[in-house]
C-alpha cells in the first residue's frame, strides 16, 4: 500500500486523558499536512510540515493540540487534556513540492470524546 | 482570510447532469481543487484548475472564472455512486501552501 496511512482509525476516549495520532505519508512526499474535520463541514486546516519543519503552526485550535514530524517522515498529532469538543475526524494529507501536485489524503482518525 | 460558499446540498436523477457551485474571496489566489468525499471515507482528488475555462475529465468538468472568484464542478450521466460531498477548495499561496475547504456540498443522485 503505497499510500497515506493513520492509525488509529478510531478513537474513543475518556474527557481530561491525552491522545495520540500518528500519520504516515506517501515516501516521497516532503509536505504533511493535518486537517479536522466535523460532521457537515469541510476540513479545516491545522497545521503542516515541509520535512521535518513545521511552517505554519498558528491555526492549530488551542495550545493543547501540537504537531511534530522528528525526522521528516510520520508525524504525530497529539492532544491533551481532550474535551467533548475536540470529537471530529482528523485527517492527515501530503504531497511533494511542487507547484500543482496533488494533496493525497489519508483515511482520518476519528476521535470520540465522552 | 478565505471566504467560500457552495450550496450546502443538492439532490438530481440518475443519468441527469448537475452542476455544483462555489464562490470564493481568498488573498492570494493560486487555483482551486475539487475533491469528492465518500461518507466516513477520505476526500479524493477530482481536479485543480488555475487559468480560466473549463477542464473536462471524463464525465466531470471543472470551471473556472479568476476576475469573478468563481468556480463549477459539473458531473455528467450521473450515477449512484456519485452520492457523496463535493469539496471546492482555493489555493492560496504566499510563501506557503495552505489549501482551504468550504463546507462542502452534499450531492445525493436517486433513481
Known amino acids: 500500500d503505497t499510500g497515506v496511512s493513520q492509525d488509529p482509525r478510531h478513537k474513543i476516549t475518556k474527557r481530561g486523558q491525552n491522545v495520540t495520532f500518528r500519520c504516515d505519508p506517501i515516501s516521497e512526499h516532503n509536505r504533511l499536512y493535518w486537517y479536522r474535520q466535523t460532521l457537515g463541514q469541510g476540513p479545516e486546516f491545522l497545521t503542516y510540515f515541509q520535512n521535518e519543519a513545521q511552517l505554519e503552526k498558528s491555526r492549530l485550535l488551542s495550545d493543547r493540540f501540537s504537531a511534530e514530524r522528528p525526522k521528516g517522515s510520520f508525524s504525530t498529532l497529539e492532544i491533551q487534556r481532550t474535551e467533548q469538543g475536540d470529537s471530529a475526524m482528523y485527517l492527515c494529507?501530503?504531497?511533494?513540492?511542487?507547484?500543482?501536485?496533488?494533496?493525497?489524503f489519508g483515511p482520518g482518525t476519528r476521535l470520540t470524546v465522552l | 482570510g478565505q471566504n467560500i460558499d457552495q450550496p450546502t446540498e443538492m439532490t438530481a436523477t440518475e443519468g441527469a447532469i448537475v452542476q455544483i457551485n462555489c464562490t470564493y474571496q481568498t488573498s492570494g489566489f493560486n487555483g482551486l481543487f475539487w475533491y469528492q468525499q465518500h461518507a466516513g471515507e477520505a476526500p479524493t482528488f477530482l481536479s485543480y484548475?488555475?487559468?480560466?475555462g473549463l477542464e473536462e475529465k471524463g464525465r466531470f468538468s471543472s470551471f473556472l472564472s479568476r476576475s469573478k472568484g468563481y468556480s463549477y464542478l459539473l458531473l455528467k450521466e450521473l450515477q449512484m455512486k456519485d452520492s457523496a460531498s463535493y469539496l471546492c477548495g482555493p489555493r492560496v499561496s504566499g510563501g506557503s501552501y495552505i489549501p482551504t475547504f468550504g463546507r462542502g456540498t452534499s450531492l445525493i443522485v436517486h433513481p
Open positions: 494529507a501530503s504531497r511533494t513540492s511542487g507547484v500543482a501536485d496533488t494533496q493525497y
Open positions: 484548475n488555475v487559468l480560466d
